[in-house]
């Protein structure tokens, strides 16, 4: 085999690598969806659903950098609220906490009403993620991502 088969064998197959690692990321394209995970962008709110739990995340006004931001958080009253905050995805910035400020019970599910505080950095195009990590009455943690972004202008 000459060097130069096997450099351009390699090369192919390092570009063939690379190019299924991009189409991968974008698991949509190959219809795969997690369904403890999504974006809240040009909407503000989203829902995830398991076989038997729900979480439902709703920010009250439009999501803005260092502004106080309500929202309210909706679990199936099979869940509680071990861990929640906001880290930065494109910037990391430490966790965010959210503090829980009230919880009714109505039907089968407990609202939670929240409040987080955003900063600003030096990206004018901050991608977030809220986590929530719950815990089931068998004592399962799950933890549910829901994505969101803010521009700076």
Known sequence: MSPTFFTRT?????????VMGFLFSQSNNFGLKTNTQCNLD??????????????????LQTIQLE???????TLSDSLKIKQIWVQGINMYMGKTAVILENVTHISSSFTYDGLLFLGACSEPDMKWQLIIQTENTEKVTQSWFFNFETHRH
């Open 67 to 73: 502004e106080e931001l309500k929202l309210t958080i």
């Open 10 to 18: 390699l090369i192919t197959i390092a570009i063939i690598l690379v």
């Open 42 to 59: 040009n909407k503000t709110q989203c829902e995830l659903n398991t076989q038997s739990e729900v979480v439902s995340v709703k920010f």
